[in-house]
């Protein structure tokens, strides 16, 4: 039993953990939107912090399936590690890994940047925050399915799935991003190559170049450059 009362604590800590991360994300990701110079990028940001208050609630709901699960005559007869750590103030736990994920996103976006460099260094930061809040979701959820608190474990799941989700937006909108900057040096490079006294249009060579930003820029850079034998 002593066991099991462990894992427990264990799940109570990491829920709080998660519950201040929320907490320190929902008041980051404003300032991280503000930054933001990409629209998409923006708009992924904007809705992920929707989504971030609804998880925030989620987290309410998981806390109280937890503490309903507690048997007051267990814990007099054995106090839990996490009683021990945090006799008197269960309620509240800063998580200091978030916290310095966020400070370093900070420092970054606080540096003289050039608005491209800016976005990357958003999206990296974000995703840094995701993956610790995958991890984290993933432990909390671990924990619950071993303790067969299966509302919790359905709670903690619809919000890793979430997380994924945020992940993958941000992963699309890297590599979009890096796509973009890859066509336009394409671009530069290809028009320097160019004779001046080319007559045939530059559309002839560059079809719909605009409409596919995230096209393959490799497969084009191989083909042959020569237009004259
Ligand atoms: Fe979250």
Redesign the pocket.
Known sequence: MEKMNDLKDLLRHEILDLYS??EQ?IEALPLMIEKAQNKDLKGALNNHLK??EE?KKRLDKVTQLVTDEKKPEQEDEKKGFFSRLFSGTEGKQKCRGMEGLIDEGKKIMSEDISPEALDAAIIGCAQKIEHY?ISGYGTAKAYAKELQLKDVEKLLDE?LA??YAADKRLTELAVGRLNMQAEQVNVRNEEQNEPMNESSPKEETRPNRKQEPGRNTTAKRSEPAMKKK
């Open positions: 991360a929320e994300i989504i971030t998880q809040e919000t979430e997380e």
